[in-house]
């Protein structure tokens, strides 16, 4: 008998039914509940006269709508205020806990997941938002769900689901200096496409990976939703443990011991087959930059933006002049020569301790160029507290950014942070697409270095040459 | 759950790949309290002109702007989750998705609503398209996975066998699960419990995480 794959070793001891068709009732140990997909699963509930299965498998939190500065303020009424007046009302109603905005422990869902010890090894996550894929880097099932789905969970702890093909990327090697993991994910997402994940599961696995921090790990899992598959997983190992001990809801005493002896075994077996693998040399890597409004339209900080007219494809031809246009970009201009007016560091993919240190180690000593406005959105409070206590707020404050309190912010445009038409953004989230930092607003994902280098340059900048 | 069985109607040909969530429902209207009228903003930034001269989006261009199957090209519906980007597509009237692929997360939400979402290979999709943009209408007989063109051209799709139990008679999931299944979901929890007791948070840790 062959070995197991971590994903259907996750997926086995989940499984309640399995059904004739192939599918599976699966059990969903943890749901986090923010206030933009809940609202009609919540109605759903009320509607059919259901109650919720078990209220303490949740915790709400409002993370994508909230202000980000001016919090002790009541939020100015509007749309946005009565959307997280509703998850209160929602959360009061039905038992689920909830962490206010301006409680120490606020953040976005992603981040506050794995600060809690909700997020544990070997669990099944989900999330009405697609980027759960983020927990997988604790060796969990994390998947994205929609609104029904939630509804589904709220009533019943489970979900039916259709195993997925399982995919490996092998990462090895090195980083170069100025690189980091989010440029991995972008090199990755840019040669496999925006649908190279679709059907599979993907599995981070070699000698990078192993190295990478709980906080690396996050970000390569939380962009796996870019490369098409809801899901991306690491395997665990004694970095993870580190992080999870001590959690507020992680186990401790006898209970960790236990919990420890089982989550050893959460990684692949050695004979393990898996559908398809993919190997990257991350040494190999240069940091990436996205030009266009898919995160597949990413090319190396030293390349240029492509030209339709040597695109013999018609279909792509079309959709590189789309983006190109959508952009305000001319063919073949080098990277290096895109002015910038607006950075944005934060959001679930680099809005962690590490990123804004990182950030912060390529603005000290320097500033923020003539022209361009630039914020600083950490993911979580306690990611504020700890950057607070080191000093970094200072030294992006004095550079001339904008410190300011954790939520999705400009990564999704639904608060007040925005870009304006036509404005040009570096931004360290995780999507291009047209519109979604503001209405007309033009999104370049990069590297937390890469965005703080942007910054001080005034344009799209090589972080490699700043360093030295 | 509304039912799908046969639909026959004109087909808006959208001959654009990658069109993500956000470009199908825009973020700042997730804001919005009520599914009902998002179809307003459906593909709100395209429809820059809906009733005037001069070009416009295929959804606003008769015959399409009355049309209950939209055909596109590959990655359609990838990226955020949001329930809104089908909820608006129904709301607009739009029944039957074709596309060459689709996001994932988009492509489960289809089927809570009644709306079905078909994938073909690269020959198929472009007859379609092409039909579509001839303004002849299309039948879709889900019970026998067919698309039929006026002149009687068919074409077979694929479609999972509980979706498409699921599509054609309207079921409620959540009642199936409760009815058929609560007695599996009771007896799995109670073993997860004693085996794996660490998965459900103590009393402490609840009222820990309840207190602000
Ligand atoms: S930070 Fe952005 S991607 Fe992450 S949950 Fe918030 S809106 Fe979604």
């Not at chain 1, 259901?50 to 409002?62: L, S, T």
């Not at chain 1, 980091?180 to 993907?202: C, E, H, N, Q, R």
């Not at chain 1, 950014?401 to 912010?409: L, N, T």
């Not at chain 2, 416009?56 to 359609?76: E, H, M, S, W, Y």
């Amino acid at each position: 008998m062959t070995g197991k794959t971590l994903y259907d070793k996750v997926w086995d001891s989940h499984v309640v039914k399995q059904y004739d068709d192939g599918s599976a009732l699966l059990y969903i140990d943890r749901h986090l509940v923010q206030e933009v997909s809940s609202p009609q699963a919540f109605d759903g509930l009320v509607e059919a006269g259901r109650p919720m299965r078990r209220p303490d498998k949740h915790i709400a939190v409002a993370d994508h709508a909230v202000p980000t500065r001016l919090r002790h303020l009541p939020m100015p009424d509007g749309l946005a205020s009565r959307q997280v007046s509703r998850l209160m009302r929602n959360v009061e109603k039905f038992g689920v806990p909830y962490i206010d905005m301006n409680d120490r422990r606020h953040g976005i869902v992603h981040v506050i997941g794995p600060e809690l010890g909700f997020t544990l090894p070997g669990v099944t996550l989900v999330c009405g938002d697609s980027h759960t894929s983020t927990h997988g880097a604790f060796g969990a099932i994390a998947f994205g769900i929609g609104a029904s789905e939630c509804e589904t969970v709220f009533a019943t702890q489970a979900l039916r689901q259709r195993k997925q093909k399982r995919m490996r990327v092998w990462l090895d090697g090195s980083l170069g200096v100025g690189v980091s993991v989010k440029d991995i994910i972008l090199a990755l997402i840019a040669k496999i496409g925006t649908g190279g994940g679709f059907g599979y599961a993907i599995e981070y696995a070699g000698s990078a990976v192993a190295e990478l921090s709980m906080e690396a790990r996050m970000t390569l899992c939380n962009m796996t939703i870019e490369a098409g598959s809801r899901v991306g997983m690491v395997a665990v190992d004694g970095t993870t443990m580190d992080y999870v001990k001590g959690r507020p809801l992680a186990p401790a005493g006898e209970l960790w011991e236990r919990a420890v002896a089982e989550w050893r075994d959460l990684r692949s077996d050695d004979d393990a087959e898996f559908d398809r693998e993919i190997r990257l040399d991350v040494s190999q890597i240069a940091p990436h930059v996205s030009w266009g409004t898919t995160p597949e339209e990413t090319v190396p900080v030293t390349g240029q933006v492509p030209d339709p007219a040597a695109e013999p494809d018609p279909a792509r031809r079309a959709r590189l002049q789309k983006s190109i246009d959508y952009m305000g970009l001319a063919p073949n201009t080098p990277l290096r020569d895109i002015a910038i007016d607006r950075v944005f560091i934060g959001s679930c993919t680099n809005g962690r301790i590490e990123d804004l240190r990182k950030a912060a180690s390529v603005v000290e000593g320097r500033r923020v160029a003539a022209g361009v406005s630039g914020i600083v959105v950490p993911g979580s409070a306690s990611v504020r507290i700890q950057a607070e206590a080191e000093g970094l707020d200072r030294i992006f404050k004095d550079a001339g950014f904008e410190w300011r309190d954790s939520g999705c912010s400009m990564c999704v445009a639904m608060n007040d942070d925005r870009l304006a038409e036509g404005e040009r953004c570096a931004s360290t989230s995780n999507r291009n697409f047209e519109g979604r930092q503001g209405k007309g607003g033009r999104t370049h994902l990069m590297s937390p270095e890469m965005a703080a280098a942007a910054a001080v340059m005034g344009r799209l900048a090589d972080v490699r040459q700043l360093k030295g | 759950m509304q039912k799908f069985t046969i639909l026959t109607s004109v087909a808006a040909p959208l001959r654009e790949t990658h069109l993500d969530t956000d470009v199908i429902f825009p973020a700042r209207f997730l804001l919005l309290p009520d599914k009902k009228g998002l179809g307003e903003q459906l593909f709100n930034e395209r429809r820059t002109n809906r009733t005037g001269e001069g070009p416009r989006f295929v959804l606003d261009t008769p015959p399409f702007d009355k049309a209950q199957i939209l055909v596109t090209g590959n990655a359609f519906g990838t990226g955020s989750s949001r329930e809104q980007a089908v909820w608006a597509l129904a709301d607009f009237g739009i029944r039957c998705v074709i596309a060459a692929s689709f996001g994932e997360i988009f492509f489960a939400n289809c089927v809570k609503n009644g709306v079905l979402a078909i994938v073909l290979d690269e020959a198929a999709h472009e007859a379609v398209m092409k039909e579509s943009e001839s303004g002849r209408p299309l039948t879709i007989d889900l019970a026998a996975a067919q698309i039929r063109f006026e002149d009687g051209t068919t074409l077979a799709f694929d479609i999972d066998p509980h979706r498409k139990r699921t599509l054609l008679e309207g079921l409620d999931e959540i009642g199936l699960i409760l009815t058929d299944d609560g007695d599996e979901i009771a007896a799995f929890e109670a073993r997860q419990r004693a085996e794996k007791p660490w998965l459900y948070l103590s009393d402490e840790q609840v009222a820990v995480l309840r207190q602000p």
